[in-house]
């Protein structure tokens, strides 16, 4: 497309908000509106052509229609129904002449079986866990049958539905005490000579989430028919209360008593670990052609070209080989408050031209130019310590209602080098550009997303913006040299973690001593990293997904068979998908039905 870009879009940027009077604003303000419709639907804004489009879109209002009506998440029955599906929509699409379909109709029809097998695995470890947690909440599957019979339509019977909260309450109520008395190291049988209940924390805190979801479930079945059905209300409203009143009771123990959490402070990060099996399929859906052992060996590989590295921006700093007292150093170098807003605004614009000026991708004016700056909350803080981005991008930043420490660790992690090593990574030409293109090229591929090709783009435009001489100072190269050890770093930490090698508190101290967070970034780093929020690969998939990337770079532009700009716009046109099969694409093979990932991008 042409670059309508106006000449205050492209004004010399200003290295920081301080000491300086009007900033350019952002190019929207000026910008001809004319300029945000395409002059023509060239293959940047339209989808390449698949032939099973329309079935993968189908796949997914079907699945969702399904999840809709069996809601109770994790219940025998929707466990079933979606286990039947998914082998039915395998019938299906076995069914489909294969070598009929051109490299995109194939990339679909792989991507495809490969969610298919994931979705039955996923469903195998659910119904595992089911099974571990089932000591604690053994009344599971009658309190999903209620909300199960009322999405069937059967009538309900007050009086039999009464009876089941009673007995629910009498079983929450012997749990506990069972519990309570196990926790009790000279603990001993009862007269019957059963044995004291016990759980683990990982089994506890799980239990407290899918305890959390089924009373949801249960809230929803009690209000349809409460003030509605007069029979209803007067056998079931007492039963409901004083199960209530035992769920309440009964999770506080589980959270205070079985795993560790303390009214008002901070939750600790217990984690669920997947452990060998479950990495090793994770690793197959990802389409990653190696062990766990061999992906900890090409982090420490990469790591030690970063340790190279920081000696060197440590001794033009002043401070020798020791790297961690240059760090603290450039920690120092932070805005005042108020200031970080302006900070990014100006990062982001310096980042845009970086790439124009060099045409090393498609940056439509739309994608340049709508896109904002939010702030984000002290709790959400926790989780989040940096920046986030998509749509828009998501600043850390002390806030006046944090403790003075915390300001103190919040300043120093978001300091001005660091962001400028991150700001092009949330927005252009990272996540915000894969945001726009997503839901214009190919958007039926969303539901292929994974990580490596998510945050595997925004980390290769790290390794790119770092060959090309972004870095302006040794500073700024220990910023960018910060976010390249931390990749290698969650490769390590997370799949040590999965693998039951490694506790949280160790994945903490492994990112404050081997990366140079702040205690409070890198538990903030570990806690989003297992409390669920992420797929067990997610953290790893950012150095290994640019890693694969390198290699296609090397494989596809350093030839002279593309420019930049070719390579990097027809990623973004395929949409999202594994990377191996983005080398497919763009090598325009027809790979066979049986295809497996063999691809060694890292040797």
Same mark, same amino acid.
């Given at each position: 497309?042409?670059?309508?870009?106006?000449?205050?879009?492209?004004?010399?940027?200003?290295?920081?908000?301080?000491?300086?009077?009007?900033?350019?604003?952002?190019?929207?303000?000026?910008?001809?509106? @004319?300029?945000?419709?395409?002059?023509?639907?060239?293959?940047?804004?339209?989808?390449?052509?698949?032939?099973?489009?329309?079935?993968?879109?189908?796949?997914?209002?079907?699945?969702?229609?399904?999840?809709?009506?069996?809601?109770?998440?994790?219940?025998?029955?929707?466990?079933?129904?979606?286990?039947?599906?998914?082998?039915?929509?395998?019938?299906?699409?076995?069914?489909?002449?294969?070598?009929?379909?051109?490299?995109?109709?194939?990339?679909?029809?792989?991507?495809?079986?490969?969610?298919?097998?994931?979705?039955?695995?996923? %469903?195998?470890?659910?119904?595992?866990?089911?099974?571990?947690?089932?000591?604690?909440?053994?009344?599971?599957?009658?309190? +999903? +049958?209620?909300?199960?019979?009322?999405?069937?339509?059967?009538?309900?019977?007050?009086?039999?539905?009464?009876?089941?909260?009673?007995?629910?309450?009498?079983?929450?109520?012997?749990?506990?005490?069972? !519990?309570?008395? @196990?926790?009790?190291?000279?603990?001993?049988?009862?007269?019957?000579?059963?044995?004291?209940?016990?759980?683990?924390? $990982?089994?506890?805190?799980?239990?407290?989430?899918?305890? @959390?979801?089924?009373?949801?479930?249960?809230?929803?079945?009690?209000?349809?028919?409460?003030?509605?059905?007069?029979?209803? @209300?007067?056998?079931?409203?007492?039963?409901?209360?004083?199960?209530?009143?035992?769920?309440?009771?009964?999770?506080?123990?589980?959270?205070?008593?079985? $795993?560790?959490?303390?009214?008002?402070?901070?939750?600790?990060?217990?984690?669920?670990?997947?452990?060998?099996?479950?990495?090793?399929?994770? %690793?197959?859906?990802?389409?990653?052609?190696?062990?766990?052992?061999?992906?900890?060996?090409?982090?420490?590989?990469?790591? +030690?070209?970063?340790?190279?590295?920081?000696?060197?921006?440590?001794?033009?700093?002043?401070?020798?080989?020791?790297?961690?007292?240059?760090?603290?150093?450039?920690?120092?170098?932070?805005?005042?408050?108020?200031?970080?807003?302006? !900070?990014?605004?100006?990062?982001? *614009?310096?980042?845009?031209?970086?790439?124009?000026?060099?045409? *090393?991708?498609?940056?439509?004016?739309?994608?340049?130019?709508?896109?904002?700056?939010?702030?984000?909350?002290?709790? /959400?803080?926790?989780?989040?310590?940096?920046?986030?981005?998509?749509?828009?991008? #998501?600043?850390?930043?002390?806030?006046?209602?944090?403790?003075?420490?915390?300001?103190?660790?919040?300043?120093?992690?978001?300091?001005?080098?660091?962001?400028?090593?991150?700001?092009?990574?949330?927005? %252009?030409?990272?996540?915000?550009?894969?945001?726009?293109?997503?839901?214009?090229?190919?958007?039926?591929?969303?539901?292929?997303?994974?990580?490596?090709?998510?945050?595997?783009?925004?980390?290769?435009?790290?390794?790119?913006?770092?060959? *090309?001489?972004?870095?302006?100072?040794?500073?700024?190269?220990?910023?960018? #040299?910060?976010? /390249?050890?931390?990749?290698?770093?969650?490769?390590?930490?997370?799949?040590?973690?999965?693998?039951?090698?490694?506790?949280?508190?160790?994945?903490?101290?492994? !990112?404050?001593?081997?990366?140079?967070?702040?205690?409070?970034?890198?538990?903030?780093?570990?806690?989003?990293?297992?409390?669920?929020?992420?797929?067990? #690969?997610?953290?790893?998939?950012?150095?290994?997904?640019?890693?694969?990337?390198?290699? %296609?770079?090397?494989?596809?532009?350093?030839?002279?068979?593309?420019?930049?700009?070719?390579?990097?716009?027809? $990623?973004?046109?395929?949409?999202?998908?594994?990377?191996?099969?983005?080398?497919?694409?763009?090598?325009?093979?027809?790979?066979?039905?049986?295809?497996?990932?063999?691809?060694?991008?890292?040797?």
């Amino acid at each position: 497309m042409p670059n309508v870009r106006p000449a205050l879009a492209i004004a010399a940027f200003l290295v920081s908000v301080r000491g300086f009077g009007g900033p350019p604003p952002s190019p929207a303000a000026d910008r001809p509106t @004319g300029a945000y419709v395409p002059p023509e639907l060239s293959l940047m804004t339209r989808p390449q052509a698949s032939e099973l489009r329309e079935l993968v879109d189908r796949f997914v209002a079907d699945r969702d229609e399904l999840l809709r009506f069996y809601s109770v998440d994790g219940s025998a029955l929707q466990t079933r129904r979606m286990r039947e599906f998914y082998g039915e929509w395998r019938k299906r699409l076995d069914a489909i002449a294969y070598e009929s379909l051109g490299t995109e109709g194939r990339v679909d029809w792989l991507l495809m079986s490969r969610r298919l097998d994931y979705e039955q695995e996923l %469903l195998d470890r659910r119904e595992s866990r089911a099974r571990e947690m089932a000591p604690l909440i053994p009344f599971a599957g009658d309190l +999903a +049958a209620l909300q199960e019979a009322r999405r069937l339509m059967e009538p309900v019977d007050p009086q039999g539905a009464a009876a089941v909260l009673d007995r629910v309450t009498k079983q929450v109520l012997k749990l506990q005490d069972s !519990l309570q008395t @196990g926790l009790k190291t000279d603990a001993a049988k009862d007269p019957k000579g059963a044995a004291p209940l016990t759980a683990s924390r $990982i089994v506890a805190y799980r239990s407290v989430a899918a305890l @959390g979801q089924l009373r949801e479930s249960l809230e929803d079945w009690y209000k349809f028919y409460d003030g509605y059905d007069p029979s209803f @209300g007067w056998w079931v409203r007492t039963s409901h209360g004083k199960l209530n009143e035992a769920l309440d009771a009964y999770v506080k123990f589980l959270r205070e008593k079985i $795993i560790g959490i303390e009214p008002g402070k901070d939750e600790p990060i217990v984690g669920d670990p997947i452990g060998r099996e479950g990495l090793d399929a994770e %690793l197959a859906h990802e389409m990653i052609g190696y062990s766990p052992e061999k992906l900890l060996a090409i982090a420490n590989r990469e790591f +030690a070209w970063c340790d190279t590295e920081l000696r060197k921006a440590s001794r033009e700093i002043g401070c020798g080989d020791d790297w961690k007292a240059a760090m603290e150093k450039v920690k120092q170098d932070h805005v005042p408050p108020g200031g970080q807003p302006g !900070l990014v605004r100006d990062l982001a *614009l310096e980042a845009i031209r970086f790439v124009e000026d060099r045409n *090393l991708v498609t940056i439509p004016p739309l994608a340049a130019d709508f896109w904002r700056v939010e702030m984000m909350s002290p709790e /959400r803080q926790k989780v989040a310590p940096f920046f986030l981005g998509g749509p828009d991008i #998501l600043v850390a930043y002390p806030a006046d209602s944090m403790d003075y420490d915390a300001k103190l660790q919040s300043l120093k992690a978001n300091n001005v080098h660091f962001a400028r090593a991150t700001v092009f990574h949330e927005l %252009l030409p990272g996540h915000h550009l894969q945001y726009y293109y997503e839901s214009r090229s190919n958007p039926h591929r969303e539901l292929f997303t994974t990580p490596f090709w998510v945050e595997g783009w925004a980390v290769w435009w790290e390794f790119q913006f770092w060959d *090309l001489g972004f870095p302006k100072s040794p500073e700024d190269r220990m910023g960018m #040299l910060f976010w /390249r050890t931390h990749r290698c770093a969650r490769i390590i930490f997370s799949i040590n973690f999965h693998l039951g090698n490694w506790t949280p508190e160790q994945c903490i101290d492994y !990112l404050v001593d081997r990366v140079g967070h702040e205690r409070a970034s890198a538990t903030g780093e570990v806690r989003r990293s297992f409390n669920g929020t992420f797929p067990p #690969l997610y953290q790893a998939g950012y150095m290994l997904g640019a890693l694969q990337l390198r290699e %296609l770079h090397h494989e596809l532009v350093a030839p002279g068979g593309m420019t930049d700009r070719q390579f990097h716009d027809a $990623i973004m046109a395929g949409g999202p998908m594994p990377i191996e099969l983005v080398r497919v694409r763009l090598k325009g093979e027809k790979p066979p039905r049986d295809f497996k990932p063999e691809w060694r991008f890292a040797e």
